[in-house]
């Protein structure tokens, strides 16, 4: 755990900070986040994850304390403080303590560090493997702290051997409980969900550095698709480009991880090791 913590613009010890025990975040689990990288001391790709941070404030009317210029002074010196050079840096904005236990108060932003994420090499070497539920997130485009539908299938993930839980609403495939999904269709394309669905950043940056070195496709898109293609991969700001083999225990493809899979993460490292250089 980090020692220092951010809230409300004031850098805390992180074992004595605290919210009210009235914050709507406790009591209905209303409130936004979003989650991004550090390394060498710079936030990656600042600017969409503060745009979209702010965008689902607004969407859910919950309103920052601190504007964009003040976020990014506090973070920096809240990485400083901590003496971290790597990292992810999570932002929370709680729907603030509440008089009636049910109308928003002043939100509070609460700003946490966390390690670099250090997945296993065999998810991406051997790939992994998915289950799928009909479920369409509520206000898809917001980052919204209620994951109960994820957390509450983590036993049946669990029993299945799966990473993580696939979403479909009736037959429309639409993203992962915490990544987007892409696929590499018959054709030879890449081709990803484009409504109803949080709109990653990773998912953004892969689509641009896929630009020119195949087609790429956002539409709606049936589940069976996905079994009729080439490769799968899910994208997340803390999974890289990650390869699926299996769903709901059918292989994916010939069932090993593809080229694709294995060329846009290559690609998107790259990408994310030049773009924090260039900021340096
Ligand atoms: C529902 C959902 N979809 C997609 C993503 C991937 O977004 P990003 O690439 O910005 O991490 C996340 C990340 O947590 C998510 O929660």
Not at 87 to 107: C, K, M, N
Not at 186 to 193: H, I
Not at 223 to 241: C, M, P, Q
Not at 264 to 278: C, V
């Amino acid at each position: 755990m980090a020692s220092y913590c951010g809230l409300n613009g004031a850098i805390l010890n992180q074992k004595e900070a605290g919210l009210g025990l009235t914050d709507l975040a406790i009591l209905r689990g209303y409130g936004i986040f979003d989650y991004f990288l550090f390394k060498y001391g710079q936030p990656l790709l600042e600017e969409q994850y503060f745009n979209r941070f702010f965008s689902s404030a607004e969407k859910m009317h919950l309103k920052a304390p601190l504007s964009p210029g003040q976020l990014s002074r506090h973070l920096r010196e809240l990485i400083a403080a901590n003496g971290q050079s790597q990292g992810a840096i999570r932002l929370v904005l709680t729907g603030g303590e509440s008089p009636d236990g049910y109308t928003p108060g002043q939100a509070n932003l609460i700003v946490l560090l966390h390690p670099y994420p250090q997945l296993p090499e065999s998810f991406f070497q051997e790939g992994v493997a998915l289950i799928t539920h009909n479920f369409q997130r509520e206000w898809p485009e917001v980052k919204s702290i209620n994951y109960l539908t994820g957390i509450k299938l983590l036993p049946r993930i669990r029993q299945a051997g799966a990473l993580e839980v696939l979403y479909h609403h009736d037959g429309i495939l639409l993203e992962s409980v915490r990544s987007n999904i892409f696929l590499i269709t018959e054709n030879g394309e890449l081709l990803t969900p484009h409504s109803n669905i949080l709109y990653g950043i990773t998912r953004r940056s892969v689509m641009d550095i896929a630009e020119g070195q195949l087609p790429i496709i956002e539409r709606e898109v049936r589940l069976e698709e996905l079994f009729r293609a080439r490769e799968a991969f899910i994208t997340g700001t803390n999974k890289s480009v990650m390869p699926v083999v299996r769903v709901d225990g059918q292989a994916i493809g010939d069932g090993r991880v593809g080229p694709w899979s294995k060329k846009l993460k290559e690609d998107l490292e790259r990408y994310r090791e030049g773009y924090y250089h260039q900021q340096m």
